[in-house]
C-alpha cells in the first residue's frame, strides 16, 4: 500500500485547510485511516482515525470540534478537515492506515511521506 498526503500550506490562525490522502496498492483502503502529526523537536501525535466504514471517528482532544475526518472509498481517499487552526497547528501531518481502531502510531502498517501544515499568528 502506498499513501500519499498532500493539501498542506501557509495559512492564517483561524483558516482552514483540507489535506487529503491518497491510497494505491494491492490493498486500498480497506482498513482503519489515522492522521498523526509531528511539530519540530516533538514527538508524533495522534490527530484522528476513521474506520472502514466511515461510521466511526475518533479525535484527539486538541482537534476535537475542529477537524473532520472523512473517506471516501470508491476514490481511495481520506480527508482532514481542518478549521480555526491554530499556530499550535503546525506540523507535519501523516496519514497512515492500519487495521486496529487505535491512537498508537505503532500500530499503523503504512505511513504517507507528510504534508507541511504552517499556521501563522
Known amino acids: 500500500v502506498q499513501l500519499q498526503a498532500s493539501g498542506g500550506g501557509l495559512v492564517q490562525a483561524g483558516g482552514s485547510l483540507r489535506l487529503s490522502c491518497a491510497a494505491s496498492?494491492?490493498?486500498?483502503?480497506?482498513?482503519?485511516m489515522g492522521w498523526f502529526r509531528q511539530a519540530p523537536g516533538k514527538e508524533r501525535e495522534f490527530v484522528g482515525l476513521?474506520?472502514?466504514?466511515?461510521?466511526?471517528?475518533y479525535y484527539a482532544d486538541s482537534v476535537k470540534g475542529r477537524f473532520t475526518i472523512s473517506r471516501d472509498n470508491a476514490k481511495n481517499m481520506v480527508y482532514l478537515q481542518m478549521n480555526s487552526l491554530k499556530p499550535e497547528d503546525t506540523a507535519v501531518y501523516y496519514c497512515?492506515?492500519?487495521?486496529?481502531?487505535?491512537?498508537?502510531?505503532?500500530?499503523?502498517?503504512?505511513w504517507g511521506q507528510g504534508t507541511q501544515v504552517t499556521v501563522s499568528s
Open positions: 476513521i474506520s472502514w466504514s466511515g461510521s466511526s471517528t
Open positions: 496498492g494491492r490493498t486500498v483502503l480497506s482498513g482503519v
Open positions: 497512515a492506515t492500519g487495521t486496529r481502531l487505535t491512537t498508537a502510531a505503532s500500530a499503523y502498517d503504512y
